[in-house]
């Protein structure tokens, strides 16, 4: 199993699929009405995919997953370009930080990093924060579903591919239960060749997730929720 995508809901999927594509340098993949896709390559065979299927309303609950992408030395140079792209200045009650937050075309809170030591050899997202009740729990659920490592970071847990490239994926206390709505952005799983689906679903109902209840029709995957109610998807190996 490892980490394939990064799933935005998209009202317009062609004009926040641009925005991330163009933020990002990523490669097209998909693009059709309902759905656009799109890679992020990080080095040798490692990259993420961003897909940002259609929905039917924005959403307007707090993220509990964001990006963090890298700024540092270019920090107001990267800001800078991400508004000649459609961001917007966001203030979400930061106050006095030292990094900066913006909204994506569809006013989903990201932010420009300053320089930190953690974030070397990252790419453009230094860091995927994802709120969490219970950080050591969510932790070791997606460190077997990912194959990611722990790694000194700046939350309780945090995560990185063992190649120690690519963004960091981050643990944090979540301010408050999530709610019963989905979140906007999530991540997904990918079965390789002689996984068991079975054992990748007990893995997470033995850490405390649980099967997602949707009605979305039927699905090629698997739907299901950590222990602190994030959705994830666990895709099928490719045929």
């Not at 926040?16 to 990002?24: D, I, K, P």
């Not at 460190?143 to 490592?149: D, E, M, N, P, R």
């Not at 079975?198 to 039927?218: F, K, N, P, S, V």
Request: net charge negative.
């Amino acid at each position: 199993m490892y980490l394939e995508n990064l799933g935005f809901d998209a009202v317009d999927p062609h004009r926040l699929g641009g925005f991330w594509e163009a933020a990002l340098d990523c490669s097209r993949l998909t693009d059709e009405p309902d759905i656009v896709e799109s890679r992020l390559e990080l080095g040798g065979d490692l990259y993420l995919d961003l897909c940002f299927p259609r929905v039917p309303q924005r959403r307007t609950e707090p993220l509990r997953l964001h990006l963090d992408l890298v700024g540092g030395d270019r920090q107001q140079e990267t800001v800078d370009a991400l508004l000649a792209l459609g961001a917007r200045h966001l203030d979400i009650g930061q106050g006095d930080v030292p990094w900066v937050v913006l909204a994506d075309p569809e006013d989903n809170p990201f932010c420009v990093m300053e320089s930190r030591d953690a974030y070397v050899d990252t790419g453009p997202i230094a860091a995927l924060p994802m709120d969490s009740a219970d950080p050591d729990r969510d932790g070791e659920l997606w460190a077997a579903l990912s194959g990611w490592t722990p790694v000194d970071g700046y939350a309780p847990v945090s995560l990185r591919h063992p190649s120690r490239r690519g963004p960091l994926l981050e643990f944090c206390p979540e301010e408050g239960p999530k709610g019963p709505e989905k979140n906007r952005l999530h991540l997904d799983i990918r079965l390789e060749r002689g996984d068991d689906p079975d054992e990748a679903e007990q893995l997470i109902l033995a850490h405390g997730g649980r099967r997602y209840d949707h009605d979305w029709g039927d699905l090629p995957w698997q739907v299901y929720a950590d222990g602190s109610g994030n959705e994830l998807c666990v895709l099928p190996a490719p045929s």
